[in-house]
């Protein structure tokens, strides 16, 4: 399915009807969770597909032939489109806890549907991705790696990266977090230690960068001491975090007394298809900014950088 013949919102919208409640959810760890509320309140409960074929059933519903037409059970929808129904017996519920009961399935109801449309989202967002990247030709042997990676360091250059930018826009894939990535007093290096220095220290930041990123990352160099961050269908604090642990794995680096690798982080989030990478890449690095200020005036920072220069 090429992306100049159907748009993502259409994709969405139609390539559910491919999916079954096996593909969206995991039935083992799902059949674990329904069975402690069974046990909990006294309920038996019978999962279905969109057409009455059950998929977990707890207790006994011998005999019961789902009409998934005429007697639905509580709908699970995933793109607004209905890919399962929960049939509920209350029966041998004690009275007491029938209410309590109720309302907790319903609750229940709205986060496999909130789970199911997450998996769904992030399932077709990577494939359609993949497909775009086939289409730029990022798989065609004759392409060359100068074209598309930094020869310093290996990550995307600048251009591919504003390539892969595109691609991310025409796909109207959301959220993305944009991550500007500074290398802190690199200029100290190249001054009292040298380019060869100063190169090695820009690989190392590079390696820390690629090492803790996730394979589905895209990341670029896009200026002599900067790096570009994008993580398509980012999670909530899934930068945050990511920025966090290759702050540390810069703060822990020991072997080269010369080198005091550190970084600045700037993190913003594309939330709207509206809203453009470009002016994004922009907002993350006046945040880098404000986080560069907090580091260099932290303490221990100077002594750090200082600690190769030989007294």
């Given at each position: ?155 995307y250059n600048k251009n591919y990266i504003e390539d ?97 690798p550190s970084v600045a982080a700037g993190i913003v ?43």
């Amino acid at each position: 399915m090429s992306y100049k013949e159907v748009s993502f919102e259409k994709r969405i919208k139609e390539n559910i009807k491919d999916y079954a409640i096996k593909n969206l959810f995991a039935l083992d760890m799902l059949k674990e969770y329904l069975q402690t509320l069974a046990d909990a309140y006294g309920m038996e409960l019978l999962l279905t597909d969109r057409h009455g074929e059950k998929a977990l059933e707890i207790g006994d519903f011998a005999g019961f032939e789902p009409d998934v037409e005429r007697k639905p059970g509580e709908k699970i929808r995933v793109a607004d489109r209905t890919v399962g129904h929960m049939y509920v017996r209350y029966d041998k519920v004690p009275e007491e806890k029938r209410e309590p009961a109720k309302r907790v399935m319903g609750e229940s109801i709205k986060i496999l549907t909130a789970l199911g449309n997450e998996v769904y989202m992030h399932r077709e967002s990577a494939s359609y991705i993949d497909e775009l990247e086939a289409k730029m030709g990022k798989e065609n042997s004759q392409r060359k790696c100068g074209e598309t990676e930094d020869v310093l360091t290996g990550v995307y250059n600048k251009n591919y990266i504003e390539d892969r930018m595109r691609v991310l826009e025409e796909a109207e894939i959301i959220p993305v977090a944009v991550i500007n990535l500074n290398i802190n007093d690199w200029k100290f290096v190249y001054d009292n230690f040298g380019v060869e220095k100063s190169d090695s220290l820009i690989q190392l930041i590079a390696s820390i960068v690629k090492r803790e990123a996730k394979s589905e990352y895209i990341i670029g160099r896009i200026d002599g001491d900067v790096f570009l961050v994008l993580i398509p269908q980012a999670e909530d604090g899934e930068a945050e975090d990511y920025c966090r642990r290759v702050q540390e794995a810069c703060l822990s680096y020991e072997e080269d007394e010369a080198l005091a690798p550190s970084v600045a982080a700037g993190i913003v989030y594309k939330t709207n298809v509206e809203e453009h990478l470009a002016d994004k890449v922009s907002d993350a690095e006046y945040e880098m900014f404000d986080n560069k200020l907090e580091i260099k005036n932290s303490p221990g920072y100077q002594e750090r950088l200082r600690r190769g220069i030989k007294k």
